[in-house]
C-alpha cells in the first residue's frame, strides 16, 4: 500500500523489516550511529618508546616477539624499526675470538704504548722487523665477492662448481721490515712449527739481519715483532731471545689486524700466486697441445718397440730431457712462493 501512494520514493521491504527491527531493539533515533572515523596511527612515541625499550634489553628479538609484547601489529612494529628508529636486522660477523674484559684494556694499553713509542722514536717503523707463518696452498676455492660479476636484467644468475682447497700446500716463515723481505724460508713436509723450531728460526733470522741489515746490526737498532702463538711467546723462546738481547715489541692478544703480515703481506702473496697458479696452468695447456701436436706429426719417424728392444739403432729426433721435466718439482708452491717475495 505505501508504495502504491508514493510510488518508487517509498523505501522497501528489506528496509521496512530494518527499521521494525532498531525501533523493536531501543533505536529510536533517526540518524546514523556515529561512526569510529579515520583509524588511528599506532607509530606514536609511546609505542616508539616500548620497542626501543625491548631492543635495548634484547637486539635478537624478532619482529614477531616485539608485536606480542608491545600488542602493536607486525606491521607497525616493522614501520616503528625501520621509519622512526633506523634500525636494519644484520648477522653477527665471525671474529677470530670475542674478547673479555682484561683482554680489551690489554689491547688499549699495547696501542697505546706503540703510540708512545712512535712518538719517542720517530723512525720506529722503519726499526720493525715483523714476521709469522702462514700455509700457501695450490689454490683457494673463490669467495662470494671474487666470484661476483654485473649481469642484466633478465639474465640468469651465474653458476660455479664446489671447489675444495687444494692438498699441495707448505709452510713459509717470513720475516720483513720497511726495506723488504729479511727471511723467508719453508717447513719441511710433515713437520711445524714448535718451540725449538722458532728457536732456530730466530737464530736463523738474526745471522740474515747481520748479512742483509749490516747497519741495522751494528746499531742494534731493530725491534722483532710477532703474534702471541704458543712458540712465539713459550717460556724458552723468551728465555733464548733474552740472552741474545733481542728487543721485541709486544703484541695484543688475539689481535691479528695489528700484525702485518696478518692483514697485508699474507693475502696479497696469495693473490699474487693464484694469478702465478692459473697462468702456469694456461700455459702448461698450451705446452702439453703444441706437443702433442709435435709427438703426431713425428711419431712416424720413431722407431718401433721391438727394434729398440732387439738392440737395433733408433733414428729417430733427438729429445733433451731436463731434470726439471723429468722430476717434477717436490712442492710447486715453494717457488710460486719464492717469485712472489721477491
Known amino acids: 500500500m505505501i508504495q502504491t501512494v508514493y510510488g518508487r520514493e517509498a523505501l522497501g521491504c528489506t528496509q521496512i523489516r530494518m527499521w521494525f527491527w532498531r525501533f523493536q531493539n531501543g533505536h529510536t533515533s533517526l540518524k546514523d550511529n556515529p561512526g569510529r572515523g579515520r583509524k588511528v596511527s599506532k607509530c606514536n612515541e609511546e609505542n616508539i618508546e616500548d620497542v626501543k625499550r625491548l631492543l635495548d634489553a634484547d637486539r635478537r628479538m624478532s619482529i614477531k616477539d ?30 677470530p675470538k670475542v674478547l673479555n674484559d682484561v683482554q680489551k684494556w690489554t689491547r688499549m694499553a699495547v696501542a697505546q704504548e706503540s703510540l708512545r713509542l712512535l712518538d719517542a722514536i720517530p723512525d720506529l717503523l722503519d726499526q720493525i722487523i715483523t714476521g709469522d707463518e702462514s700455509f700457501f696452498v695450490g689454490y683457494d676455492p673463490e ?67 747481520r748479512r742483509k741489515r749490516p747497519e741495522k746490526w751494528a746499531a742494534q737498532s731493530f725491534w722483532i715483532h710477532h703474534d702471541n702463538a704458543s712458540p712465539h711467546t713459550a717460556d724458552d723462546t723468551v728465555k733464548a731471545l733474552a740472552r ?30 693464484e ?24 711419431s712416424s719417424s720413431l722407431p718401433s718397440t721391438n727394434s729398440h728392444i732387439a738392440g737395433t739403432s733408433v733414428s729417430g729426433p733427438t729429445v ?10 717436490r712442492n710447486p708452491m715453494e717457488k710460486l712462493c719464492r717469485n712472489t717475495l721477491s
Not at 160 to 170: F, I, W, Y
Not at 275 to 298: A, D, G, M, P
Not at 320 to 329: H, R, Y
Request: hydrophobic share 30%.
Open 143 to 209: 669467495t662470494k665477492q671474487q666470484s661476483s660479476q654485473w649481469v642484466a636484467k633478465g639474465e640468469p644468475r651465474p653458476k660455479k662448481a664446489l671447489r675444495g682447497r687444494s692438498r699441495v700446500n707448505t709452510m713459509l716463515t717470513v720475516f720483513w721490515d720497511s726495506q723488504g723481505v729479511v727471511m723467508a724460508e719453508f717447513m719441511p713436509k710433515g713437520e711445524t712449527i714448535d718451540t725449538p723450531a722458532y728457536i732456530a728460526t730466530m737464530s736463523r733470522l738474526r745471522e740474515n739481519i
Open 275 to 298: 694469478e702465478s697458479t692459473s697462468t702456469q696452468c694456461s700455459s702448461s695447456k698450451l705446452r702439453s697441445s703444441s706437443n702433442s701436436t709435435h709427438w703426431k706429426n713425428t
Open 320 to 329: 733433451n730431457i731436463s731434470k726439471e721435466t723429468s722430476e717434477p718439482d
Open 66 to 95: 616485539l608485536s606480542v609484547f608491545t600488542g602493536i601489529s607486525v606491521g607497525t612494529v616493522h614501520q616503528i624499526l625501520h621509519q622512526d628508529l633506523g634500525m636494519r636486522r644484520l648477522a653477527a660477523k665471525f671474529v
Open 244 to 273: 741474545n738481547h733481542t728487543i721485541l715489541l709486544e703484541h695484543a692478544p688475539y689481535s691479528p689486524d695489528m700484525a702485518p703480515s696478518d692483514f697485508w703481506l699474507f693475502p696479497s702473496s696469495r693473490s699474487s700466486c
